[in-house]
């Protein structure tokens, strides 16, 4: 079980272009996370998935940001016509299930992305 | 609106010595309070976690203390090694619902010889 799995690890995109950031999460895990981290910033949380639903996106930004987790494959955070203030580590978790707060996240390695 | 402050954004400790990390949160309803651990280029890693009906839990060299009156909770390394420099982030969340955590800025721990 190689964790949770992020891909890309570095992506840089010019402004104005869309951003794809996908998370396959620990085997047997059905909850997927993704949280967003600001320089000098701690974690801040962005969206809540299971399987084909979106749960809680309370922390997603309105306009441009989106997020998906289907059936089939990996968990996708979409982020269109990327602005300079996008530029961050996007990190997703994972766990087995979510009926406590006492769940221990696991957290893939992020995805750092940087807009020119 | 910072649930969550780590208000010393660094700390450095000697070998041996034992590092306290500090962490306050202003919502009285949080459940369960955890610490993480982040190296460079990695993800945060699950350290140890304290439920709020708890004022101690201990796992080997970290101890975790919650002071709810005083809305504190305190991470204690004994003894401090090399391989404990990370950032350290504090996180608390709710229980009823699910692992929706709110951190704090974190703390930059450094262990010298």
């Known amino acids: 079980n190689a964790g949770v799995m992020q891909n890309p690890r570095h992506l840089v995109r010019r402004r104005g272009q869309e951003a794809r950031l996908r998370c396959s999460p620990m085997k047997g895990h059905s909850h997927v996370y993704w949280y967003r981290q600001l320089p000098e910033e701690g974690l801040k949380f962005m969206v809540y998935?299971?399987?084909?639903?979106?749960?809680?996106e309370s922390g997603m930004p309105k306009e441009r940001f989106s997020a998906e987790f289907p059936k089939e494959g990996p968990s996708i955070l979409r982020i269109q016509q990327v602005v300079r203030g996008d530029s961050a580590a996007y990190f997703c978790a994972s766990s087995l299930d979510a009926s406590s707060g006492a769940n221990v996240l696991t957290f893939g390695a992020g995805s750092r992305l940087t807009v020119l | 609106d910072q649930q969550v402050k780590q208000n010393s954004p660094s700390l450095s400790v000697q070998e041996g010595r034992i590092s306290i990390l500090n962490c306050d949160y202003t919502?009285?309803?949080?459940?369960?309070f955890l610490w993480y651990k982040k190296y460079p280029a990695e993800g945060p890693t699950f350290l140890i976690s304290i439920s709020s009906i708890k004022d101690k839990n201990e796992d080997g060299r970290f101890t975790v203390f919650l002071n709810k009156s005083a809305k504190h909770l305190s991470l204690h390394i004994v003894p401090s090694q090399p391989g404990d420099s990370a950032v350290y982030f504090c996180a608390a969340t709710f229980s009823g619902g699910y692992n929706k955590l709110i951190f704090g800025a974190g703390t930059r721990l450094a262990v010298h010889p």
């Open positions: 919502n009285s309803m949080f459940d369960y």
């Open positions: 998935l299971q399987k084909e639903n979106i749960i809680d």
